[in-house]
T-cell receptor, first 114, second 113 residues
Framework: EDKVVQSPLSLVVHEGDTVTLNCSYE??????LLWYKQEKKAPTFLFML????IEKKSGRLSSILDKKELFSILNITATQTGDSAVYLC??????????????FGQGTILTVHP | DGGITQSPKYLFRKEGQNVTLSCEQN?????MYWYRQDPGQGLRLIYY???????QKGDIAEGYSVSREKKESFPLTVTSAQKNPTAFYLC????????????FGSGTRLTVV
């Protein structure tokens, strides 16, 4: 069974701090790893990572994948109160009976205080 | 605008009743998915469908049923056999087999009273 574990489960910081969110995974046939941000309702897409060692960047957010060690990190620099959300990591299975199945971690609840 | 529409946004159900959650997409996506989210937890897969008239059980399918008679629609029925149905339900769709990620609906919050 595919498994995704995120840490920490919750994090409280002040504006301007830098945070690192962790995601480790076990999947039978790895296709890609995705990060989502969930504020109130629908998760919104942040990054899709397929290759090791290639950093993806969008503004203050960046992410990288290590396929040898089976983990990914999501960095947020100069945090703002608008970054407060649940951050979800998920892995996409690309083989066998689980083809196309996206398995999520528990999420990290990030709270940014002014 | 293309997207996924879930209805209703809030739903209350008495114990022992079946209830159906609607999910419609106009993105021409092949695959559709249902996830359940409990407070403080991630998303858990209930059912998914990659083509019309075909669907597969996810990790927590017991007490739920689905149909996929049209490409655009993937309704989820929460049956009386589901022992703890109070949760937030999210529908998603993807091109092909999710290689380009998923698009999510806004969710339905189901409460058993």
């Amino acid at each position: 069974e595919d498994k995704v574990v995120q840490s920490p489960l919750s994090l409280v910081v002040h504006e301007g701090d830098t945070v690192t969110l962790n995601c480790s995974y076990e999947v039978t046939n790895f296709r890609s790893l995705l990060w989502y941000k969930q504020e109130k309702k629908a998760p919104t897409f942040l990054f899709m990572l397929t290759s090791s060692g290639i950093e993806k960047k969008s503004g203050r957010l960046s992410s990288i994948l290590d396929k040898k060690e089976l983990f990914s990190i999501l960095n947020i620099t100069a945090t703002q109160t608008g970054d407060s959300a649940v951050y979800l990591c998920a892995v996409l299975n690309a083989g066998g009976t689980s083809y196309g199945k996206l398995t999520f971690g528990q999420g990290t609840i990030l709270t940014v205080h002014p | 605008d293309g997207g996924i529409t879930q209805s209703p946004k809030y739903l209350f159900r008495k114990e022992g009743q079946n209830v159906t959650l609607s999910c419609e997409q106009n993105l021409n996506h092949d695959a559709m998915y249902w996830y359940r989210q409990d407070p403080g937890q991630g998303l858990r897969l209930i059912y998914y469908s990659q083509i019309v008239n075909d669907f597969q059980k996810g990790d927590i399918a017991e007490g739920y049923s689905v149909s996929r008679e049209k490409k655009e629609s993937f309704p989820l029925t929460v049956t009386s056999a589901q022992k703890n149905p109070t949760a937030f339900y999210l529908c998603a769709s993807s091109i092909g087999y999710g290689h380009y990620g998923y698009t999510f609906g806004s969710g339905t919050r189901l409460t058993v009273v």
